[in-house]
């Protein structure tokens, strides 16, 4: 959720994320880009970006205002278990 209760994200086992407008419950949008269920996701402190992890072993950094993904790592399966996200300032 963003700093100011305005904005959420959610991850889903559909393979998606949504962005939500918390004050209409509006979804504002779907971003596409896993192959397999998602674990978690977090939002940047100014609501500009999210960051996604998902069972396909790959995370990507979100653009939320293009709703497209401006960067993507993938990790050797047999070596990556991520299950959390987080993003901090430094």
């Not at 504002?28 to 939002?43: E, F, I, K, N, W």
């Not at 979100?62 to 993507?72: F, G, K, V």
Request: charged letters at 20%.
């Amino acid at each position: 959720m963003s700093k100011n209760g305005m904005l959420a994200v959610s991850s889903s086992d559909d393979m998606t994320l949504k962005i939500w407008d918390l004050e209409s419950g509006r979804e504002l949008g779907t971003l596409r880009g896993h192959s397999d269920s998602l674990y978690s996701v977090a939002l940047s402190d100014d609501s500009r970006r999210a960051v996604s992890v998902a069972d396909d072993h790959i995370l990507k950094v979100w653009a939320l205002e293009t709703q497209s993904p401006i960067a993507t790592f993938t990790c050797d399966a047999a070596a990556c278990a991520v299950h959390s996200t987080a993003i901090t300032r430094s």
